[in-house]
């Protein structure tokens, strides 16, 4: 274990800590290895990507999401723009010529 001096440490401040570690039962050193191991700490320890995700959700109140029903098939094709659709368009004509030039070729 390594060893730290906090040199110039306010007066006051170290007043608060002493008084602070009297209320927790702990001595000054304790007190001040107690405020910086939860500084530092990594909230997240020993979770995985989706729990680390899940508690930060929570942290900001968490995420309401209305979800379509799975019964329900949606039937439609979703159109971000009328000028996604129109290339949209385009290329499937494009492959649609394509394919019947090497029909064409092949016979």
């Known amino acids: 274990m390594g060893a730290i001096t906090i040199r110039n440490f306010n ?6 800590l002493r008084v602070r570690a009297a ?4 001595s000054m050193e ?3 290895r107690a405020i910086l191991e939860a500084a530092v700490a990594n909230p ?14 929570r942290e ?9 029903s799975r019964e329900e098939p949606y ?4 159109v971000f723009s009328d000028e996604w659709e129109l ?6 004509a494009e ?3 394509k394919r019947a030039a090497t029909k064409k070729n092949a016979a």
């Open 11 to 16: 007066d006051v401040a170290k007043e608060r």
């Open 23 to 26: 209320g927790n039962g702990r």
């Open 30 to 32: 304790a007190e001040a």
């Open 44 to 57: 997240f320890e020993g979770m995985n990507i989706g729990q680390a995700f899940r508690q930060i959700g």
């Open 60 to 68: 900001f109140g968490g995420v309401d999401l209305e979800l379509p």
């Open 75 to 78: 039937d439609r094709p979703v």
């Open 87 to 92: 290339e949209r368009e385009q290329y499937n």
């Open 95 to 97: 492959v649609a010529e």
